[in-house]
């Protein structure tokens, strides 16, 4: 027997993206072409070194890509190419699903860590990219979702957003306008937050942020918009301790600022 010369080298680049060595690839390509062949044959049909063949022989057999007689001298056989693909397949699997538990497990210590001993708070620009993360945050409430915000951005941003809340989170919602019926099963206070502010402010100077919100979701991440008429908004997000009490506190001081009010 003479080793194969024809073998496309885009089939020995497939076979070795799925995990075989070269002189794997040419042992079992060499194999499917015979039935059955000693190590020696095996040398001359695949071109691989008589002092590799053995070894390359005994990894194919782990791998379930070739059988081997119990006769004198062994003669070794491939697997028919769909259940060995699929053998292969099965191996790839595993193997990933062993890799992805280990590196999982690296990574929530790296995360458990970084949030440890950083305090990361994200600038977001940008009306789109602001509007993005507020969705996430919204679609990943478990909890509650608690907003005080401009009537124009709620109306305007804010409002179609609302929609990605998960029905069992509570909402609670202050603002200074709403336009149209209230979302059933949101509590929705409305109250000029900036009432104190216009009252003492110089002549001709209203609220300078009018179109900004404070939201907190599940008492965990925060996001503040900032933004005026005409101009790029900008937001502040974080999932830090610090940043998050600041806001929970500030949302928390206006809830009970707009109760004692309507009394």
């Known amino acids: 027997m003479k080793a194969s010369r024809d073998i496309p080298n885009d089939l020995l680049e497939s076979l070795k993206s799925l ?18 062949a000693t190590a020696t044959e ?3 049909i695949s071109g691989v070194p008589r002092a590799s ?41 595993e193997d990933a699903e062993s890799a992805l538990v280990a590196l999982d497990l690296l990574y929530q210590e790296k995360d458990a860590e970084s949030r ?18 507020l969705s996430d945050m919204f679609r990943s ?10 009537g124009s951005l709620l109306q305007e941003s804010v409002l179609p957003l609302l929609k990605s809340i998960p029905g069992s989170v509570h909402v609670d919602i202050i603002t200074d306008s709403w336009e149209g019926e209230q979302p059933p099963g949101f509590r929705v206070r409305i109250h000029p937050p900036g009432t104190h502010y216009e009252a003492h402010a110089p002549p001709g100077k209203g609220l300078r942020y009018e179109r900004s919100g404070v939201f907190l979701v ?12 005409g101009e790029q908004p900008s937001a502040l997000y974080s999932e830090s301790a610090g940043l998050v009490q600041f806001v929970r506190r500030y949302l928390a001081s206006v809830s009970e600022w707009v ?4 009394e």
């Not at 599940?218 to 008429?229: A, E, I, Q, R, Y």
């Not at 109760?259 to 309507?262: D, R």
């Open 116 to 133: 440890g001993n950083q305090e990361l708070i994200w600038t977001i620009y940008g009306e789109e990219n602001i509007k993005t993360r």
């Open 53 to 93: 063949v053995y070894p390359v022989l005994d990894r194919l057999a782990q791998k379930e890509l070739v059988s081997v007689s119990h006769t004198t001298p062994k003669r070794f056989d491939a697997v028919p190419p769909a259940r060995g693909i699929e053998n292969m397949m099965r191996r790839i699997e």
């Open 141 to 150: 409430a478990e909890q509650s979702v608690e907003m005080l915000v401009a």
């Open 19 to 36: 995990g075989l060595t070269k002189y794997e690839a040419l042992v079992y390509i060499g194999l499917l072409r015979v039935t059955g």
């Open 218 to 229: 599940d008492g965990t991440s925060s996001l503040v918009w900032m933004g005026s008429v």
């Open 259 to 262: 109760e004692s009010a309507g």
């Open 42 to 44: 095996v040398h001359e």
